[in-house]
């Protein structure tokens, strides 16, 4: 029914123009990338008379119909690319990643709506003040191989989002904090383990306002980040950090959709959403040691 109601609207222009096609060789068709239109690639040359020639003509016209369509019918890519236009990269950190992500999660899902292939929330490190020669950060390793505590960064939870709804992801980033504005795992002590969040341009980003205000709401404060910032553990603050010059570094496959130790598994289904991320593409290969 889509192809039907996509080829109604054409009906009317190509029934007047039969004519002219049919008496005339002029007329614009979309081209190819060789330069060639479209319907001459795939009709017969309109050579010859009597039945021949009607028959080509009838082939012309139907791939000129094709040819229309296939050059002018794609709205959805036009809404697609607009809305991608509208999404920002975002981070946010408080404490062990591995939570903050099953919570942004469910923040993707709820606020957003959107499914499983279309999630975007990944762990990772950020406010750092380099990478490794290789543009590596990486978790703890044996090898000792571009360690994240040593370059400086924390554990944040990176995601894809309408600008509109940069507000309500704040709120449910503040809702994380408990207490006297603690983070729920205290026990683990450092600067790898600190509070902090990334907008593009820092709390120069238009809706930095609102943010703010979530994070009073709260009795947080916001401070500006400088790179390899000390923990905020007993501090009631979050690190604001510009994401244009303390990027988001993705995080192993490892840790991707990974159960948390303070609370019940999160179950196979959710564990799973790793290796689906991994072969779409949604989770890259960081070149750190890793399971795959």
Same mark, same amino acid.
């Given at each position: 029914?889509?192809? !039907? !109601? ?11 123009? %039969? ?15 060789? *330069? ?19 028959? #080509?003509?009838?082939? $012309? ?12 019918? &794609? ?10 236009? #509208? @999404?920002?990269?975002? =981070?946010?950190?408080?404490? /062990? ?6 919570? $942004? ?19 990772? =490190? ?11 950060? /990486?978790?703890?390793? +044996? @090898? ?8 400086? &960064? ?14 309500? +992801?704040?709120?449910?980033? $503040?809702? %994380? +904090?408990? *207490? ?44 500006? *980040? ?19 010059? +303390?990027? $988001?570094? @993705?995080?192993?496959?490892?840790? @991707?959709? &990974? ?11 959710? #564990? ?15 070149? /750190?040691?890793?399971?795959?």
């Amino acid at each position: 029914m889509k192809n !039907l !109601l996509v080829l109604v609207p054409m009906a009317t222009p190509l029934i007047l123009l %039969l004519p002219r096609l049919l008496s005339a060789s002029a007329y614009t068709i979309p081209k190819s990338a060789g *330069g060639r239109s479209l319907a001459a690639e795939a009709a017969p040359p309109l050579v010859g008379g009597g039945r021949d020639s009607i028959r #080509n003509r009838r082939a $012309f016209l139907s791939n000129v119909v094709g040819a229309v369509v296939v050059a002018t019918v &794609h709205p959805n890519r036009a809404a697609a690319a607009a809305e991608d236009a #509208n @999404q920002e990269d975002v =981070y946010f950190g408080v404490g /062990c990643f591995w939570h903050v992500q099953h919570e $942004f999660v469910l923040a993707e899902r709820n606020l957003l709506g959107r499914k499983d292939n279309e999630l975007t929330s990944l762990t990772g =490190y950020a406010g750092g003040l380099k990478a490794d020669s290789e543009g590596r950060v /990486c978790y703890h390793n +044996f @090898q000792s191989v571009a360690d994240y505590g040593k370059l400086g &960064h924390g554990e944040v939870v990176g995601m894809k989002i309408p600008s509109a709804s940069i507000e309500d +992801f704040a709120v449910e980033y $503040f809702k %994380l +904090f408990v *207490g006297e504005g603690e983070r729920v795992d205290v026990m683990d002590k450092g600067g790898e383990y600190r509070s902090l969040l990334g907008l593009p341009g820092g709390r120069k980003h238009p809706m930095f306002g609102q943010v703010e205000a979530a994070a009073t709401n709260r009795g947080l404060t916001l401070v500006d *980040g400088k790179g390899n910032d000390p923990d905020t553990l007993g501090k009631r603050l979050v690190y604001v950090m510009d994401s244009n010059k +303390f990027p $988001f570094y @993705q995080a192993e496959v490892y840790h @991707q959709y &990974h159960n948390d130790f303070l609370s019940p598994a999160y179950g196979k289904k959710y #564990n799973d959403l790793g290796d689906a991320a991994l072969d779409d593409g949604r989770i890259k290969l960081t070149g /750190c040691p890793d399971r795959v």
